[in-house]
């Protein structure tokens, strides 16, 4: 089993910068998946961003060339940098992990909520 929480969330106005950070229970070495999913209200969940066991990332297009997810298994922490936000990056922001390849992987932290007023 695997307990995530994350933490970070909050209120910014557009423009600006938030930085979400994700701790697992158990060291991340051992951990393939790790990533961020965010759902707004009315709205599927949907993948913002993973990175896995080997450093590959992988960005929602929405996301692309403003957040950057970062991995420490020394720490066993997942960040994500959120840059230059949006209004309609405005929801509740999840941490997940899985030892697998699919995703989303099978644990998930509880949510932070990430609200951008314009």
């Known amino acids: 089993q695997v307990q995530l929480v994350e933490s970070g969330g909050g209120l910014v106005q557009a423009g600006g910068s938030l930085r979400l950070s994700c701790v697992a229970s158990v060291s991340t070495f051992r951990i393939n998946i790790m990533g961020w999913y965010r759902q707004a209200p009315g709205k599927q969940r949907e993948l913002v961003a993973t990175t896995s066991s080997g450093g590959r990332t992988n960005y929602a297009d929405s996301v692309k060339g403003r957040f950057t997810i970062s991995r420490d298994n020394a720490k066993n922490t997942v960040d994500l940098q959120m840059n230059s936000l949006k209004p309609e990056d405005t929801a509740v922001y999840y941490c997940?992990?899985?030892?697998?390849?699919?995703?989303?992987?099978?644990?998930w932290g509880q949510g932070t909520q990430v609200t951008v007023s314009s």
């Open positions: 997940n992990a899985g030892y697998g390849s699919y995703i989303p992987g099978n644990y």
